[in-house]
DNA sequence: TATTAAGTTCTGCAATAAAAGAACTAAAAA
DNA sequence: TTTTTAGTTCTTTTATTGCAGAACTTAATA
């Protein structure tokens, strides 16, 4: 049986482990509750209070959340209010491509350095030759194992 | 034909790409440094000359990017200074393997959340449910892939 | 048309992190 | 053995970022 305690430590987790990827705890913290929370759907005045957070920083981090597409708004005509879900139409496979294109941006930067180099043949442009040999490889083979899940995920 | 000014600008363009994955500035000024030299090892003193920095800057920074494996240190006997070249031993399976380190804690914070849920059916959970779904699969799968790459290395 | 409600955006402050500077350590050279 | 060299570690300064509070916007309601 889970507590309250149990919760909120589980929130203050989730804000930890975000921040380690970037975002911020606040972030974090919202979408920790929003996994935890028995309502499917909560307010942004519920967020404020839960979290014990200003509106200002609860509207800067759901949107920061919504664009990472964890989660979404919600509304409901006749109510101004809007809510926060966890988002089922995200695409973790979507989420991978993200990474996939970041890789894109290093393989380039190794390229432009080797580029920049004068003699092509030397120890440094051989480690950044392997650099992009791998990076070319990876770059081509992800999307391949994505596309796995995707087959995966029909025969199911 | 790549000027002085080119490689100062792919210094700084290095420092700025690898703040984004949570490095300093200067970390990645090193990383950047070392990939357009023309000298295949540089001195901790040069690096504060180029870069302009503090010792104590370069120093922790050095350390830093040591321990990411890109660069290494390189000493010679005789010689008291210590030079740092891009790590030829740097094995980029290995920087994938740590991702893959990364994506299960995600997925333990996952199955931690659903255990906190009361209702083990509703929408929270079965979003939880693929979440850890699919982790579980790309945790399998990767490594996989990463075997891939050390075959078709052997193979050329 | 004035008022309330629900958020957003802007400004300023507090906490954190990066870099500098100073003090220190270890080893080599004088 | 004392001085210099090379770098590390500790402390202070500077820059950045996250958050709060206030002012503002938009739309609904009185």
Redesign the pocket.
């Given at each position: 049986m889970s507590t309250i305690n149990d919760r909120s430590a589980y929130i203050e987790e989730t804000g930890l482990l975000f921040e380690t990827f970037g975002m911020?705890?606040?972030?974090g913290r919202i979408l920790g509750y929003l996994m935890v929370t028995d309502k499917e759907m909560v307010?942004?005045?519920e967020l404020t209070q839960v979290l014990?957070?200003?509106?200002?920083?609860i509207?800067?981090?759901?949107?920061a959340m919504t664009q990472t597409k964890f989660i979404k708004p919600v509304t409901i005509p006749?109510d101004?209010?809007?809510y926060y879900m966890l988002s089922d139409d995200i695409s973790w496979v979507e989420l991978f491509h993200q990474r996939t294109e970041q890789l894109k941006y290093l393989k380039a930067l190794y390229k432009k350095g080797l580029n920049l180099r004068s003699n092509k043949k030397d120890k440094s442009s051989v480690w950044l030759e392997n650099a992009i040999e791998f990076y070319d490889w990876i770059i081509e083979e992800f999307p391949e194992v994505l596309k796995k899940w995707d087959l995966y995920k029909k025969n199911k």
């Open positions: 911020t705890r606040m972030a307010s942004f005045d014990q957070a200003s509106k200002s920083s509207s800067t981090n759901v949107k006749g101004r209010k809007t």
